[in-house]
């Protein structure tokens, strides 16, 4: 329990990061949950199966560096194409954790809006 709850704390704070409509992130014996805050402030319970592959994307990665951090701190990242899903908005949003980050990172694109002065 200690490291799921602490997974979960971690890719909570990793998704309001990325956007900051993303309030919250749950798990439960259901699966995974994003709280997310719609354009009229309320807040919405959204199963993370219901998300576009573009959001789905979003909590992959933020799942992703939580584990690292908890589990395998050491490793580094490797990415393959992983952010062809991804809006222009959100790619760069992603483009920034991914500086702000103190890892080693790999990222292999054809995208030619990644050089080596954005990561």
Request: aromatic share 12%; hydrophobic share 40%; glycine share 2%.
């Amino acid at each position: 329990n200690y490291y799921i709850q602490n997974i979960v704390s971690k890719t909570s704070d990793q998704l309001s990061k990325l956007n900051e409509r993303y309030k919250a992130v749950d798990y439960n014996e259901n699966g995974f949950f994003v709280i997310v805050e719609d354009s009229y402030k309320s807040l919405n319970i959204i199963p993370v199966s219901q998300l576009s592959s573009g959001e789905k994307t979003i909590f992959a990665l933020s799942l992703l560096f939580a584990i690292h951090d908890v589990m395998t701190p050491d490793l580094p990242f490797m990415f393959d194409e992983t952010f062809a899903q991804l809006d222009k908005e959100n790619l760069e949003e992603v483009k920034k954790l991914l500086e702000s980050r103190n890892d080693q990172i790999f990222v292999i694109t054809h995208d030619l809006t990644w050089n080596k002065e954005n990561v």
